[in-house]
C-alpha cells in the first residue's frame, strides 16, 4: 500500500532522497511519517509531515539535516537528507496515519503504533 524508495549507500556528508507514494489511496489527506530501524534497535520516528497544519516535525537528531516535503500534485511525500552520517544507517520506512489520531499529539509525530500503513522499507547505508 504504501511504498518508500530511494535508498542506497551513501558516503559520509553525502545526501540522499527518499520518496513514499501510495496505491490504492492518495497521502494527501493524513499525516505522514518516515521512521528508521538500524540493526539491533528499534524503531524510531524520524519526520512527520501533518495533516492538520500541514507543519512538519523533526526528530533532535535530524534536525538541520534532513527535510520532508509534501507534494500534492504527485500524491507523494519526500524526505530529502543531507549532511549524512554513519549513525543514520538503518531501514527507512514511511507511514501514514489514516485514522487521524496523530491529531492528539500536537507537537511530536506521536508513537509509531498510530500509524496503521507501513511501506515495506527501503535501506540506507552510510559508509566510506
Known amino acids: 500500500q504504501l511504498q518508500a524508495s530511494g535508498g542506497g549507500l551513501v558516503q559520509p556528508r553525502g545526501s540522499l532522497k527518499l520518496s513514499c507514494a501510495a496505491s490504492?489511496?492518495?497521502?494527501?489527506?493524513?499525516?505522514i511519517g518516515w521512521f528508521r530501524q538500524a540493526p539491533g534497535k528499534e524503531r524510531e520516528g524520524v519526520s512527520c509531515?501533518?495533516?492538520?497544519?500541514?507543519?512538519?516535525r523533526y526528530a533532535d537528531s535530524v534536525k538541520g539535516r534532513f527535510t520532508i516535503v509534501r507534494d500534492n500534485t504527485n500524491g507523494t511525500v519526500y524526505l530529502q537528507m543531507s549532511s549524512l552520517k554513519v549513525e543514520d544507517t538503518a531501514v527507512y520506512y514511511c507511514?501514514?496515519?489514516?485514522?487521524?489520531?496523530?491529531?492528539?499529539?500536537?507537537?511530536?509525530?506521536?508513537?509509531?503504533?498510530?500509524?496503521?500503513?507501513w511501506g515495506q522499507g527501503t535501506l540506507v547505508t552510510v559508509s566510506s
Open positions: 507511514a501514514a496515519d489514516t485514522r487521524g489520531h496523530t491529531r492528539q499529539y500536537a507537537h511530536t509525530c506521536g508513537p509509531r503504533y498510530v500509524y496503521d500503513k
Open positions: 490504492g489511496f492518495t497521502l494527501d489527506y493524513y499525516t
Open positions: 509531515v501533518r495533516i492538520a497544519d500541514g507543519s512538519p
